[in-house]
């Protein structure tokens, strides 16, 4: 199973952005988790798709932050709006289901999303 996240960059406060996971080697219907990780603090869930569709949110993400999935081309989206600087953080993505059934993590390469004020 390998995962790739992609579409950080920089963005002004207020601003959208868009990060997508593509993944191969899983079931196009995995449970997929968004994380987020700041230095010197731990990894952090912001968002996650299970296999049945059902959606979960971090509270400080919760109204600004839309998971959603196209099955299709195994990829899993984070549409980021209303972005703050405390935003800002390498964020990651891990097919949940294939590391429960491979009792292993699998993740996705960070991707740098960076929110100046």
């Known amino acids: 199973v390998q995962l790739q996240a992609s579409g950080g960059g920089l963005v002004q406060a207020g601003g959208s952005l868009t990060l997508s996971c593509t993944s191969s080697g899983g079931s196009s219907i995995n449970a997929i988790g968004w994380y987020r990780q700041v230095p010197e603090k731990e990894r952090e869930i912001i968002a996650t798709i299970t296999r049945s569709g059902s959606i979960h949110y971090a509270d400080s993400v919760k109204g600004r932050f839309t998971i959603s999935r196209d099955s299709a081309k195994n990829v899993v989206y984070l549409q980021m709006t209303s972005l703050k600087p405390d935003d800002t953080a390498v964020y990651y993505c891990?097919?949940?289901?294939?590391?429960?059934?491979?009792?292993?993590?699998?993740w996705g390469q960070g991707t740098l999303v960076t929110v100046s004020s």
């Open positions: 891990k097919d949940i289901t294939s590391s429960l059934v491979y009792g292993r993590d699998f």
